[in-house]
């Protein structure tokens, strides 16, 4: 008897559904390529516009700042200059008497290296007493008197000043008691010059903004803040500064400094 054989439908059928499953998702797997494409154009396009409007905010709010400055030689158009005469004596009517006689005498030769008149004027007067003791009893052994004249000198021609300050050290050798102080030379339009340096400083400032901006294709606007700096007023080709701003009066010519730090609007 042959043996017998069995034929199992559920092994084709299961093929047949599995297929049936799997078909749609094929189809879609298929799509897939196309989704992520149109996704992807649409993710660009998005980041596309963020990035506008990030750049349209930052213009809008971006500044900067600058310092700029201006520096120009002036020269002093007004010197004050002083000179203290002393003589001592025995006694104060005695000093203030010897005194006079040397004032007089220093007068005298200001007006005579060419001084006018109303450029002179007598400042104050000072009698001072100094008494003498025997070091070891205390003991008063004299009494000293020294009497001081001040002459005041004002002038708007600088370069005489300048000059009788070279010359009046002559008085000296011929025996009279001087303390000669340095003529203060200043310039009388500062206030007017402040204004003009200042306008130079800010325009300096402009420049060197623009020419910033410009290394990133932008452009300057208007100006938000400006804060003055400091004010310098120097010797010539002197490096010296101060926090608080120097007006040197030593010398007739001048090198005057303004400093702004302007804030610009960036475009």
Known sequence: ????????????????????????????????????TAMAVLGLGLMGSSALLVKGLRTAKDTITVTGA????????????????SQGGDSQQQSYGALQLLVQQTRAFLLAHGLQAEEL?????????????DPRTGEL????????????????????????????????????????????????RLAEKRVDMLAKATKDARDRAQAI???????????????????????????????????????IDKDITAVMAVTFRVN
Not at 71 to 83: C, G
Not at 142 to 156: D, G, M, P, V
Not at 215 to 227: E, H, L, P
């Open 121 to 133: 004027q007598l400042g104050s007067l000072s009698s001072d007493k100094e008494e003498i003791r």
């Open 1 to 36: 008897m042959a043996p017998a054989t069995s034929s199992d439908p559920q092994p084709a059928g299961r093929a047949r559904s599995t297929a049936s499953r799997l078909a749609p998702l094929g189809r879609q797997l298929r799509r897939t390529p196309a989704l992520v």
């Open 141 to 188: 052994r004299q009494t000293r008197w020294t009497s001081r004249q001040t002459l005041l000198i004002s002038s708007a021609d600088v370069d005489k000043i300048n000059r009788l300050a070279g010359e009046i050290p002559a008085l000296i050798g011929l025996g009279v008691p001087l303390a000669i102080n340095e003529p203060a030379y200043t310039f009388t």
């Open 70 to 85: 201006s520096t120009e030689r002036i020269r002093s158009d007004y010197a004050d200059w002083s000179v203290v005469v």
């Open 213 to 251: 901006a410009a290394q990133a294709q932008s452009s300057i606007g208007a100006i938000t803040n400006a804060d003055t700096g400091t004010f310098q007023i120097t010797a010539p080709n002197s490096t010296d500064a101060s926090n608080s701003g120097s007006y040197d009066t030593r010398t």
